[in-house]
T-cell receptor, first 113, second 105 residues
Framework: EAGVAQSPRYKIIEKRQSVAFWCNPISGHATLYWYQQILGQGPKLLIQFQNNGVVDDSQLPKDRFSAERLKGVDSTLKIQPAKLEDSAVYLC???????????FGQGTRLTVV | GIQVEQSPPDLILQEGANSTLRCNFSDSVNNLQWFHQNPWGQLINLFYIPSGTKQNGRLSATTVATERYSLLYISSSQTTDSGVYFCAVEWFMRFGAGTRLTVKP
């Protein structure tokens, strides 16, 4: 069974530029999560989808971050414009229905210079 | 919201030693997972354990939901066990700050 796929693996951008990350969850998984992990900290939930609806986006900085999950499968997370403090690893995870075991992708390491 | 605390924050062991990592949470939970984040940043599932005890080789975990804690046991540690161990609770996956384990040869 294929795992959670994320791309790109690495991205370097200048501040004020925009960037997008892509996630393909495990087939059949209804729940999809995006996390931000700053070096030395635990992952912080940015947004949680159930199918293509948002369950929780309370920690998503909505002035610059946006996310969508069209057709309840793939998802994209966008940052526009990026700030230096957005440098982090962005992790995507999925689970069968939100109350079961979740699995993570390898993450995208973003560096904003 | 629910708070998750992990201890100790750092742990250094000699290869072959045993260790216990702890995860405390501030409210009752229906979902708890343990992960190992390897040096390349990948989060590896160890246990899905909302209650009870599970074992997988040298690793085992126990969650006592009524007392709001979970323990991860690592026996006969190996250098490949090094990394950060996280617990995450509930279906919104609130993470603790992690325990950084270093196993020396």
């Amino acid at each position: 069974e294929a795992g959670v796929a994320q791309s790109p693996r690495y991205k370097i951008i200048e501040k004020r530029q925009s960037v997008a990350f892509w996630c393909n969850p495990i087939s059949g998984h209804a729940t999809l999560y995006w996390y931000q992990q700053i070096l030395g900290q635990g992952p912080k939930l940015l947004i949680q989808f159930q199918n293509n609806g948002v369950v929780d986006d309370s920690q998503l900085p909505k002035d610059r971050f946006s996310a969508e999950r069209l057709k309840g499968v793939d998802s994209t997370l966008k940052i526009q414009p990026a700030k230096l403090e957005d440098s982090a690893v962005y992790l995507c995870a999925s689970s069968l229905q939100g109350r079961t075991e979740a699995f993570f992708g390898q993450g995208t390491r973003l560096t904003v210079v | 919201g629910i708070q998750v605390e992990q201890s100790p924050p750092d742990l250094i062991l000699q290869e072959g030693a045993n260790s216990t990592l702890r995860c405390n949470f501030s409210d009752s939970v229906n979902n708890l997972q343990w992960f190992h984040q390897n040096p390349w940043g990948q989060l590896i599932n160890l246990f899905y354990i909302p209650s009870g005890t599970k074992q997988n080789g040298r690793l085992s975990a126990t969650t006592v939901a009524t007392e709001r804690y979970s323990l991860l046991y690592i026996s006969s540690s190996q250098t490949t066990d090094s990394g950060v161990y996280f617990c995450a609770v509930e279906w919104f996956m609130r993470f603790g700050a992690g325990t950084r384990l270093t196993v020396k040869p």
